[in-house]
């Protein structure tokens, strides 16, 4: 503290023998450069009433809690704001002391003097400051991509890094080509990316187009053929999860673009606070991430449910470092236990239960598995929504699948069915909202083709894609469990809710993505085509042929309204349960048909081993 008080003192002191400066310029200019004795007195005699008005000014304004190494406009504006404080001050001060022929212009004067001279003072001292790092340590050459307004907002987060230098722009737009921004120049176009970066032999090239834009997929495709490492800015959820505020390197999430989700913060928060919330498949990938959103809405009891062991144990140790203060229960249980499930419920009572517990790897599923896909997908759901009306749950979410649409595999047909199932349920207990929400594939989740592409290329190739013109839809875990959880609070009793999954992208165009995110070329690592596999369709849809979709108060979110499908619960759990440990295909495939009408032949045959 005493040291900040001679810091503040010692500045003071500097300004305000500016500000005597901008006095005597101000007299000085006012007399064409030659002050008459008469008026020198005069000036001198304002001298007190000038240091105090000005003190009091800039104090005021408090300017003495700037750092003079990281200046800037709002600075500045603080600044002009204290001397206009100041000159008010010391012009009534002499004008009531009523001074014979104190001229009235030099106390217009010396205040626009003072502005300049304290500012400079501060701009010399911050150029000073980063010249000083810069000739310490240059840092590592940087290409900065994006419009000049992008890459203006980049540059200001830049200054004073002694880790980068940004030696030049590159432009979606023609017509910046040539400017200069803080001065770094606009090198040319974003197709010429790699090609400038090798001239100006540039170590990285930072992103700043906005996430999603045509420019971050452009600048990928354009740095193919270079060793040049792609950055991004961190994104603000990332500012307070990361020491360091600087670039990053750029994520296949930062390519997508997808827009944050907007929560009902306050509704979900008085749906979760201080309630009990159990999640069945709770160390799956969105089975976590449901644990870790409810967490953040102040939950008394969080209790998880999985059948691994490992993943259970994984959850605990993360939740118990994240959320101390939170009480978790992790239980290793299968859902198709449902005396087990039960057990569990009827001890914690949760107030809500998401049930993510499912299997769902396609190819898998379609041979040799079938009867644990019905077994866990539809029975294990059935148990779990009972179970969920039995304790009294004020709401039931189910995890479904844009699979179970027009259904041509086994997984698909079978979430479908447990839809069918939780509807049914809902007619059973009416004090349970019971709601299905249905999305595509999640980015980076187990089973999904992002790890295994990432394996593929680590392995150095080649990178396995099933058709040249299969498209899916993609979303990132943490937006697909924050919908799961917006869709719970808003849904009614019986409702599947369809996610806004913006625009399908084709898989090999995603291989494509990943292999530049690595740093290879295609040359480096091939793609190969294996054709599709069983039960796999070209594209994937969010809604059936017969059913249409209705608005909600969320833009991300539909709720598609169907035929009203009735489902006989008692003998669908029978046939499961009668089938036996391992039924014939035919016979399985038939039956299912006739539970899902929509579901259809597979398109390929199975491949035996």
């Known amino acids: 503290m005493k040291s900040l008080g001679k810091t503040t003192l010692m500045l003071l002191a500097i300004d305000l023998a500016l500000v005597l400066v901008a006095l005597w310029a101000a007299f000085w200019l006012r007399f064409n450069f030659d002050i008459p004795d008469e008026y020198a007195r005069l000036a001198m005699q304002a001298v007190p009433w000038c240091l105090a008005g000005y003190g009091a000014g800039l104090s005021f304004a408090r300017v003495y809690r700037h ?79 994006g419009l000049l307004q992008d890459a203006s907002d980049a540059l200001r987060a830049l200054k004073g890094s002694q880790q980068w230098n940004p030696v030049g722009i590159v432009s979606p737009s023609a017509a910046e080509v040539g400017r200069t921004l803080q001065n770094v120049r606009v090198l040319g176009q974003t197709a010429a990316l790699a090609e400038i970066c090798e001239q100006e032999q540039a170590h990285a090239a930072l992103i700043a187009s906005p996430p999603g834009s045509e420019a971050r997929r452009d600048a990928l495709m354009s740095a ?28 296949l999430e930062d390519l997508l673009g997808r827009t944050q989700v907007q929560l009902d913060e306050a509704g979900l928060a008085d749906l979760m606070s201080g309630q009990t919330v159990l999640v069945t498949g709770a160390g799956g990938s969105i089975g976590s991430e449901l644990c870790r959103q409810v ?24 939740m118990r470092a994240s959320h101390p203060q939170m009480h978790g229960h992790y239980y290793t249980a299968n859902v198709r236990e449902a005396d087990r ?12 239960v998401l049930h993510a517990a499912a299997y769902k790897h396609v190819p898998l599923m379609e041979e040799l598995n079938e009867i644990e896909a019905l077994r866990t997908n539809v029975q294990g ?37 447990a839809e069918l199932m939780v509807q049914g ?15 595509g594939n999640v980015l980076g989740s187990s089973g999904s083709v992002v790890p295994l592409f990432t394996a ?58 990943l292999i530049r995110l690595s740093g290879k070329t ?64 035919d016979a399985l495939r038939q039956w299912l048909h006739e539970q899902v009408p929509e579901y259809g032949p597979r398109t390929v045959p199975l491949r035996r081993g």
Not at 224 to 229: C, E, K, M
């Open 295 to 318: 967490a953040r809405f102040g939950i008394a009891r969080l209790v998880c449910v999985d059948v691994s062991e490992y993943a259970v144990y994984q959850l605990e140790q993360e």
């Open 224 to 251: 193919a053929g270079s060793r040049v490492a792609l950055l991004t800015m961190p994104r603000p959820d990332e500012w307070l999860k990361t020491e360091s505020a600087g670039p990053r390197k750029i994520e």
């Open 522 to 585: 295609e040359e480096e690592i091939p793609i190969s085509y294996t054709g599709l596999r069983p039960g796999e369709k070209l594209y994937e849809e969010l809604l059936a042929d017969d059913e249409t979709t209705e608005p909600t108060p969320h833009p991300k979110l539909r709720i598609a309204k169907s035929a009203g499908q009735r489902l006989d619960i008692a003998a669908v759990t029978h046939w499961i349960t009668q089938a036996g440990p391992l039924p014939a295909e």
């Open 381 to 417: 759901t059935l148990n779990a929504a009972r179970v969920a009306g039995e304790c009294g749950a004020r709401r039931f979410v189910m995890i479904s699948t844009d699979k179970a649409v027009n259904p041509t595999n086994v997984m698909g047909a079978s979430k479908r069915l």
């Open 425 to 439: 349920v809902a007619t059973e207990y009416a004090g349970t909202q019971y709601v299905s929400v249905r999305f």
């Open 456 to 513: 593929q290329i680590a392995r150095g190739g080649p990178v396995t894609v099933t058709h040249p013109e299969i498209v899916r839809y993609f979303m990132t875990i943490p937006e697909a469990a924050q919908l799961v959880l917006q869709a719970g609070l808003m849904g009614r009793s019986g409702q599947i809710f369809v996610l806004d999954m913006g625009e399908p992208m084709k898989i090999v165009e995603l291989a494509r993505m």
């Open 67 to 145: 750092v003079w190494s990281y200046i800037g406009l709002p600075e500045l504006r603080q600044l002009g704001l204290g001397i206009l404080f100041g000159g008010l001050l010391t012009a009534a001060a002499v004008l009531m002391q009523r001074m014979p022929s104190f001229p009235r212009s030099v106390l217009l004067l010396q205040p626009l003097i003072a502005l300049l001279l304290l500012g400079a003072a501060r701009a010399g001292w911050r150029t000073l400051v980063e010249r000083r790092a810069l000739g310490g340590a240059m840092g590592r050459r940087l290409i900065i991509v």
């Open 341 to 352: 499930l039960r057990a569990i419920a009827m001890r914690h009572r949760p107030a809500v």
